[in-house]
């Protein structure tokens, strides 16, 4: 990442309070255009308020967070600006159970983007067929398993092209067995490009992955860096304090 | 018990862990004619002798006759069939309309109540009072209200009907109740369901419309199905204002025969009709509860 070109992301100075609980304390953080950061750390170090900040789900007290180099407050943006732009995943899927998958996966594109049906099926249809979904396109989400709900949030967060894609611990609710798809669909899209935050405790996975992992503790990076070095011969006291936690856990 | 039906004939040494015959699995259990037969006898003996009992207490009162012929005069029964049925399809009617009526009315007022934003803040307080003052207020007391208070005000251009302002008072009273659980009905879908509206780009409304009001109206519909059946019965309630319902038609034989008999045929078409809804609400409670068990699996 040269300095002279803008990052895709910039999480500059942000913290967040939660009543008088610090919860980000100055994280500072760029991702570079195609560019995949892993995010580690003990539960509660902030990991998932971080993301929420950056696609606004959570405001937060100070610092700025710039996407292409231009605050993702601004009224540039307008309503839906961001939404389209920086996409979320969560680790309980969150799909709307009372619609299909079809629907699930155009809502955005139709009702908040405006683009017609047709246009926003066939897109929805070749995104379901990229993922190995095929088929399910009439189906609700109850009658997916596990691995199937997450590639079609996967999609649902894909249907409006963004820029930027956040998964917040996406395999953590899924059954081992079905995690290795899942994570293939993230490859692919690392394969395709896509800048990503990610948070997640699949060690593995992260060193795999990712460009650099950043350790995240009580709200702040504590260290940066390519994931060889970081989950392999970490610097910083609390890192591998908490590497040491997740091998003794058998997940590393 | 011996299996033999899985014989290790592989020779030692060659398939180390010598595969455990399976035990069979176990056999239809076998119930005695005793043990099958007497919890029902049981239950029927018991409840023969409960209400039998109790009906014997009741025919062997010294009153019991003419207490027959006061309330349970088949001949009057039918004979104030035709008066009363009609009547009840007045009940029918009443009821068929503030049904609809008070499911649009309640969801409206909950969706009020929970519009975010300090500009919302008078339509959220008037809907809290709305719904704190009718749910606090005895339907009886309503209908009163309405009913007869109204019409007396004599205001031009309102309607005059006591059947109008009656059925009004019942809708106004139901939809504040009925607010209430469409509202426990939106605060019990799950918040990750509102971020990932919110993470989409839904406006508030939207999210109200496409995420949170369809899961609200299926978590509670077995409530709301409840609420229907308690309005059905309410309707009488029209009775004490003079609406012709079945209650008054009944009354109405019954002051001209000095019988009673026309009341528990009043009784009986409410029955009628609300036994077959309860069933049907039970089914949906079941079929919902399923659903659940299901989800969280
Ligand atoms: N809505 C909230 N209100 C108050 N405090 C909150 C709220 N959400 C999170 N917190 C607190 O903020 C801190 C950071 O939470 P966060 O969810 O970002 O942690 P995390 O790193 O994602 O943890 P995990 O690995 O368990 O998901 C925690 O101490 C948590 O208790
Ligand atoms: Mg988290």
Redesign the pocket.
Known sequence: MSAATVPKLRVDDVTKY??S?L?LDGVDLDVADHEVVCLI??????????LRCVNRLEPFDHGRIMLDGVSVDDPSFGRTGLCRRVAIVF?AFNLFPHKTVLDNVTLAPRRVHRRDRAEAEARAHELLERLGLDGLAAKYPEQLSGGQQQRVAVVRALATDPDVLLL??VTAALDPELVGGVLDVIRDLKAGGMTMMI?THEMAFARDVADRVAF?DG?RIVEVGPPDRVLRDPTEPRTRAFLQRIIEAGRL | MSTTADTDAAAPGEHPPARRARPLPPRAEQVSARDRWLPIGIAVASTVVVFGGLARVITASPTWPAIRAQFFDVDEMLAALPQVWAGFLVNMRIWAVSLVLIAVAGLGVAILRSLPGPWMAPVRVAAVVYVDLLRGMPALLLVLLFGLGVPALDIPGLPSGRLFWGTTALVLGYAAYTSDVYRAGMQAVHDGQRAAAKSLGLTEWQILRHAIVPQAIRNVTPALLNLAVALQKDVALLSVIGVREAVREAQIYTSRTFNFSSMVTATLLFLLATVPLARFTDRVARRDQERRLQRTR
Do not use: M
């Open positions: 939660y009543g609980t919860v750390g003990a539960s509660g170090s902030g990991k998932s308020t971080l680790q917040d611990e948070v995240l709200g």
